[in-house]
């Protein structure tokens, strides 16, 4: 496993540690990004599909596949930031996978059979189960599942806030994440975590649905929300959340995929609702001390 590394947040300038996740190449190795640490994270306020992936060459087979781009969500003021990473190495001529006395007279079949690599690298991984995939993936450093998935932030060097003491010991098997590709894995994802935190019986309500981005999620004693759009979750929607939650005198939960505002954290904590960022890992993790309090105490 790649070792944790400080990563400073360009907003706030707070060192986060992160550890690259890992991910299972078709030959069955463990590949992970390599980071470039000598550029600077780049601020994430709008997602594309093609950033949203990075080429990841394995060492052992020579294959290159699309895994999920590096991203980390800031613990103090929850920006989320892109890590840069190096381009793929080429594999030099002679000493790729299939290399023989044969390979330097024909450079067309190496090729041919390069192209073959990269194409079917990320259709091995996308055909096969995206949850079985993604358990290869470190834990989160806060949220400590081994079987968790990365981006994951690794012990932080200066910690925005001290997690609460859990109130009663859950135990529970490690987070099993689901890769993140649409919105509908977005609120998927969520709906599974809930789960694994211990509400039952977590599903979309019935009925219309009401016109707003984010989606809504219910339990008994619970009542969340899901926002998969690029754009960080407000005050407004941290607030509408609560007082759905005050209605159906239930708890509230928010999930966001591209962070929150500043006055969306502060409301957040002053009303006691667990927030929680996600990224394409599938691996939801804790920014304020409500989300650490219900990680540790569970449903």
């Not at 073959?116 to 993604?134: F, I, V």
Request: proline content about 13%.
């Amino acid at each position: 496993m790649a070792e944790a590394v400080p990563v400073r947040c360009p907003a706030c300038l707070r060192e986060n540690g992160y550890t690259a996740p890992v991910f299972p190449c078709a030959c069955g190795s463990p590949v992970h990004p390599p980071l470039d640490l000598s550029a600077p994270p780049v601020l994430l306020t709008h997602r594309t599909w093609s950033d949203s992936w990075v080429a990841v060459r394995c060492t052992t087979c020579g294959r290159e596949s699309e895994w999920p781009h590096p991203e980390l969500g800031c613990g103090s003021c929850g920006t989320v930031v892109r890590l840069p990473v190096h381009p793929p190495e080429r594999p030099e001529a002679g000493t790729g996978p299939g290399a023989g006395p044969g390979a330097a007279a024909d450079p067309a079949g190496a090729a041919g059979r390069a192209a073959g690599r990269r194409g079917d690298g990320p259709a091995d991984a996308r055909d096969g189960d995206p949850a079985g995939a993604a358990a290869g993936a470190p834990g989160d450093g806060r949220t400590g599942g081994p079987g968790g998935g990365g981006p994951a932030a690794g012990p932080d060097v200066n910690p925005a806030h001290i997690s609460l003491p859990p109130t009663a010991a859950v135990p529970r098997p490690a987070f099993r994440p689901v890769t993140i590709r649409t919105a509908r894995d977005t609120v998927a994802t969520a709906a599974l975590y809930l789960r694994w935190l211990g509400f039952q019986d977590v599903r979309q309500p019935d009925g219309r649905p009401i016109p707003s981005a984010a989606v809504d999620l219910r339990a008994p004693g619970l009542v969340a929300q899901v926002d998969p759009t690029t754009a960080p979750a407000g005050l407004r929607a941290v607030e509408c959340v609560w007082l759905n939650g005050l209605t159906a005198s239930a708890t509230s939960v928010y999930f966001s995929l591209a962070g929150y505002t500043a006055d969306a954290r502060d409301r957040a904590d002053e009303l006691g609702i667990p927030l929680f960022v996600m990224d394409l890992t599938g691996m939801p993790q804790p920014v304020n001390d409500p989300a650490d309090e219900l990680v540790g105490s569970g449903a």
